[in-house]
């Protein structure tokens, strides 16, 4: 019971930072393809799906053969706090013009000018790879704080771990293609939302810091305490307190408020 609450909780942290990234990924992506003529545009964007899915496995099966170097990990946990934090501040920042990150990536592509057709793929096919490795770094350094499933390995991933981030990563395409504006809808009407989304990334950052530090290699903190109860309750008591303070203070934003923005 415990194991599959713990490998809840990050599966829905995991569709929650997807459904963020591929938000973002999406309407950049839209921005990408604009300036095609509508048949053209549909083309440049199934060609980019298919290559998010190619490169979206090829990232995972490299990480996952990496992923037990204890470097790798603590690039890991320097990467998911270094995304929190940058996120937070670039939302803290911009707030007053109303100009989320995605945006702003947008319109860099629109300053580059117009491509043509073969063009404009290359270019979705070169986003789709930051975008891959963004997702599969992310989803891979939240599973391996997961404890193992004893269901054998894929790589240098647990079972059970690798399965959460290839649900993740897949997870994520479908909401790229299907329900990215759902996402950007949600987001508009509860910001603090996507605040609470980035502070539960940070956290999980932090549960990564201390499992590198409790690493066989390093041995800085005592091995046991990651699987401790007290260190677990402590986690989770936090992530769940984070979700729900992030619901209930995000509100609605009243249509008199766009109006005004």
């Known amino acids: 019971m415990e194991l599959l609450l713990e490998y809840g909780w990050v599966l829905l942290v995991l569709i929650g930072l997807e459904g963020i990234l591929a938000a973002d990924n999406a309407l ?17 964007l199934f060609y ?9 496995f090829g990232s995972l099966f490299i990480i996952s053969y990496l992923v037990d170097i204890w470097q790798v990990q603590a690039l890991g946990a320097a990467y998911l706090l270094f995304m929190s934090i940058k996120h937070l501040y670039d939302t803290f920042k911009k707030k007053n013009k109303g100009e989320t990150q995605a945006e702003e990536m947008a319109e860099n592509q629109m300053k580059k000018g117009k491509s043509g057709f073969w ?3 290359l270019k979705v096919e070169f986003a789709d790879l ?16 997961l404890p193992a499933t004893g269901w054998g390995t894929i790589g240098s991933l647990d079972t059970g771990q690798f399965l959460v981030v290839l ?10 293609r299907f329900a990215a504006n759902v996402f950007v809808k949600l987001l508009k009407d ?15 950052g ?3 810091v201390v499992s590198v530090l409790a690493h066989d290699d390093l041995h800085i903190l005592p091995h046991d ?11 989770y008591l936090i992530l769940v307190a984070i979700a729900v303070a992030g619901w209930f203070l995000s509100g609605k934003k009243n249509k008199t408020d766009d109006v005004a923005s």
């Open 28 to 44: 950049v992506l839209a921005i990408m393809v604009k300036h095609l003529p509508e048949h053209q545009r549909k083309k440049a």
């Open 48 to 56: 980019g799906l298919a290559g998010a899915f190619i490169l979206r």
């Open 119 to 121: 063009m404009t793929v």
């Open 130 to 145: 930051a975008f891959a490795v963004d997702s599969i770094l992310a989803a891979v350094a939240l599973a391996v704080v």
């Open 167 to 176: 649900a993740g990563g897949m997870i994520g395409l479908i909401i790229m």
């Open 190 to 204: 509860r910001p603090g939302l996507e605040i609470a989304a980035f502070v539960i990334v940070g956290w999980v």
């Open 206 to 208: 932090v549960k990564l």
């Open 225 to 235: 305490f990651v699987h401790s109860l007290g260190w677990k309750l402590t986690f």
